[in-house]
Each structure stands twice: as C-alpha cells, then as structure tokens.
C-alpha cells in the first residue's frame, strides 16, 4: 500500500537510528490500512534480523523466529486492545495493557502494543493509559490508532508522535482494489460499477472500499438515500425515512449522515461533495442555507455517536437526525 509509506519510512528512519518514539498516534480516515500498517511496524520491531532495503532502511526479516510467531499471530510480545461490546475502551483492558508493558518480554527484545481506535477510550481508560505514557519503558512501544475527525485526549495527544495516513489518490486505491478483486473466485468479483461506487462513498480508502462493494453496505445505503430524498421533499414520514438507517446500523447510519454533512460544508465553501449521487440535493441545500449550518448538523452527528456508546436506539436517533435535515429546507417546501 504505497500511500503507507511516508509514515512508513518514519518509523524505519526512527528504529536506524534509535531515536523512535516510544509512542506515535496514527491517524487517518476509516479503511486506509492503519491496522495493517501498524501490525507491520510491529513484525518489524520485533524482528531478530532486521535487513536493510535498497535505501538503507531497516525491514522485517520474516523468516526469524519472531516473524516466525508474528506470522502465525502467536507472538506473546505484542497485544492488540480494541473496544469490546460497550464500543469503547475500558480501563480493565487498559490495565492489562499497562501490566503488560511492565513485564519482560517472554520471546523477544521488546515488546508492541496496539491500541484500536484510541479515539474510542472512556474517560477511565484515557486516564489510565495517561499514566502509562508519563512512565514509559525502554523495550515498549505503543502504537495508538485514531480514527480522522475523533478526538484523542490532548494530554494523551501530547505525549505521542502523530502520524497521519492519508487517503490514496483514485489511481492507487484502484489499483490496490484490483489486486484484491483478481484473487477472488469470479463469480464473486463485483462489478466496475460496484467498485467504482464504493470507491466513492468509501472516500478512496481501500479497505473501506473492499468492504463495501463485497458486502450488502451499497444497497442498504441506495434505499436510506432514496427515502432520505423522499423524506426531505414531504413524501414519506420520518419513521419510514428512519427504518431504512436502522438497517444500516447505528455507525453505519451516522457514517452516511456525517459524510453528507461535511459534503455539505464542501459546498457551501465553493467545493464538490464526494458523494456524486447526493451532490444535486445537497448543492440546493448549500445555496439555501449559510454554512455553519453544516457544522451544526456534524455536532449532531458527534452527539448521536455518544449516545451510541450508552446503546442509543438507531432508529430514534436516525429519525432525529432526519428531522434536522429538514429544517434545512426552505419553509414552503418544508411544509409542503
């Protein structure tokens, strides 16, 4: 994944010569590879044998007994904390976490730990994983994965490196869905179509992408488009806008809602919305409202996704965030 390697070179530059960071946040947008990037910082780390590219740099040996482990994902030195359940972090998992930085590494010379969606820690976790930082050991290193647009604790933030991953331009997500879409069965493979339109509403990230033109997201999300166009233009009710999110799901649902908004805000500053298909509708919506309007619908968006973590019920909270949407139609229409 070529547009991984800028950050990359950061770490290979770091570990050539000793002066890595023993924390870094990676950011970037949802499906461009930051799990896949960190897990292979990780292998590098923890590689007995390191060799050296055609720059100089170090890379992973991946025949030593660490990569070895690594590869049969049974290395005991590197952990991997993600939300469970409740959608978020919890301090036990962060306790674990803090346990485990402190021991010995049992096969290596050092030891990894990932933190899935940083941006996802409660405020117990937060701050448990704050003292951790203050106190770091010499043969760890934390690699904490943010989600673009999700905050990470400023305390937190402050005493990690950041490095963002950026989305690939059109031309190399295309080319790295081509190379997925060629190993699979043929009866299996979307359509140019399919991948084009998930390319679209994945915002290029390929993974994100790949997951959607192979999973049931697309039509799901042509049928919540069709009754959110009818809903706003008095046609539908909001219960029955509303049932069609809920089939997203709730982040999928939000997902859609927080893309149309910052489209929204593209528009209203003179941009083009990376939705295509809602850009006529949305472009109506930028010429007949001011554009902190946008911002006000992204808050919503953030307060429906902290609902989420208290087990919100999608529906009421699709349902309000269609009504707000409405108010941005002029008012004859809206009481149309």
Known sequence: MPWLSKAWKVVQNGLKEDRLPHALIIAGEHGVGKRAWADAVSELLLC?????????????????????????????????????????????????????????????????????????????????????LEEPQPDVSLLLLQESGRPVLPTIRSRCQVLTIPAPGIEQAQDWLSTRIEQMDEADRPSEQTLNKALMLAGNAPRLA???????????????????????????????AARAFKALGLEG??????????????????GQ???????????????????????????????????AVYNANPELEAAQLLIEWKKLMPRRRRNA
């Not at 939000?254 to 908004?261: D, K, S």
């Not at 946008?294 to 919503?300: R, W």
């Open 210 to 240: 790949l997951e959607y033109a192979t999973g049931d997201f697309i039509g799901l999300r042509d049928e919540a488009f069709e009754q959110f166009r009818q809903f706003m233009k008095g046609q539908v009710p909001v219960t029955q």
């Open 48 to 132: 007995d044998q390191p060799a050296n590219n055609a720059e100089g740099l170090p890379t992973a040996c991946g025949h030593c007994k660490q990569c070895a482990l690594f590869q049969a994902a049974s290395h005991p030195d590197v952990r991997a904390y993600s939300p469970e359940k409740s959608k978020v972090i919890k301090v036990d998992q962060v306790r674990a976490l803090s346990a485990f930085t402190v021991a010995s590494p049992q096969v290596g010379q050092r030891k990894v730990a990932i933190v899935d969606r940083a941006d996802q820690l409660n405020i117990n976790a937060a701050n448990a994983l704050l003292k951790t």
């Open 253 to 270: 649902a939000l997902t859609l809602f927080e893309g149309w908004a910052v489209d929204l805000a593209r528009l209203s500053a003179g």
């Open 273 to 307: 919305a990376m939705d295509s298909e809602a850009a006529e509708m949305l472009g109506f919506l930028a010429r007949t409202n001011p554009g902190w309007r946008a911002h006000e619908l992204q808050d919503k968006v953030n307060e429906a996704r902290e609902a």
